[in-house]
């Protein structure tokens, strides 16, 4: 079987990645007033982000449904089997329930992964179905096998300001003023596509220090026997200087020194609650390598 690996721009990948491992992205929209741009195409993370802290109605959206059906029918007829359809979290935007659906009316040959992941957890998923798909599975036990591990990875992400989260009604108005004043740096953690609190530090090196802490224990302590574990790490954030995003994957190479860190930046439906100068970073247990 000749088989497609498709995602959306959550994943993080670039168009020099996909292009060597034949892959296809859709391009998430983003709204900012009246304008729309498609995240990876048309939009620098300069422009998103001094939207952001301009004051700009910033907002993000699932691609539309012709969009999608659009993509699917080009790569069908150049000549693909099947298709294996990898979007962010259906527990973070409403995109997977409407890909599900639309992927009825190709009886198969569509099979649209639900595994509960976004950004960098994501790109996992993404390249374990390009090996798998290498090795011959088919698009329904691609998909098997993704969901049967779908909570099989952690993100977390420290956030720089308070504000975008008080935006966004995560903290309130008193809580944020507070929070400012007094050095507070909130640890988000997004658990099988949910994004929520998990711990609160002063400052951001103690929060790099909770989050490479919290990773440890999620290698240890849920993914089972630490040496016999395929294991994959990412480094994210939401920098605008290059610099600090090289340092931030620097740390966390060296906290993992026996296992290849990747950086990419945070997907801006993220961005949009975190704002910059978040950092983050993503661990997950996988079936294959690519």
Not at 34 to 39: A, L, P, Q, R, V
Not at 122 to 151: C, G, P, T
Not at 179 to 190: E, Q, R
Not at 267 to 290: E, L, T
Request: hydrophobic fraction near 40%.
């Amino acid at each position: 079987m000749n088989i497609a690996v498709v995602t959306d721009s959550n994943s993080g990948i670039s168009e020099r990645e996909a292009k060597e491992w034949g892959i296809y992205i859709l391009p998430m929209p983003i709204i900012i007033e009246d304008d729309i741009y498609f995240e990876g195409k048309n939009i620098t993370k300069e422009l998103f982000y001094n939207s952001l802290i301009s004051g700009k109605n910033v907002s993000t959206s699932q691609p539309s449904p012709g969009n999608v059906v659009n993509l699917w029918e080009s790569i069908l007829n150049d000549g693909y089997d099947e298709i294996v359809y990898i979007p962010m979290s259906s527990g973070l935007s409403s995109s997977c329930h409407t890909a599900l659906s639309l992927a009825l009316e190709y009886k198969g040959r569509v099979e649209v992964v639900d595994n509960h992941r976004i950004s960098v957890t994501q790109k996992h998923s993404v390249m374990e179905a390009v090996s798998l798909s290498r090795n011959n599975y088919s698009a329904f036990d691609i998909k098997r096998i993704l969901e049967k591990n779908a909570y099989e990875s952690s993100i977390y992400i420290a956030v720089d300001t308070l504000e975008y989260l008080k935006k966004g009604g995560r903290v309130t108005p008193a809580g944020a003023a507070v929070g400012s004043v007094l050095n507070i740096k909130p640890v988000l953690t997004i658990q099988g596509g949910k994004l929520d609190a998990f711990s609160v530090t002063r400052g951001m090196n103690k929060c790099k220090k909770k989050m490479i802490e919290a990773i440890k224990d999620d290698i240890n302590l849920r993914f089972g026997d630490p040496s016999t574990l395929r294991i994959k790490i990412g480094a994210a954030g939401s920098f605008l200087d290059d610099e600090m995003a090289v340092k931030w994957k620097n740390e966390v190479s060296a906290a993992f020194d026996n296992i290849q860190v990747t950086y990419d930046p945070l997907a801006f439906s993220i961005g949009c609650h975190v704002g910059p100068n978040a950092i983050g970073i993503g661990v997950s247990k996988v079936v294959c390598n690519i």
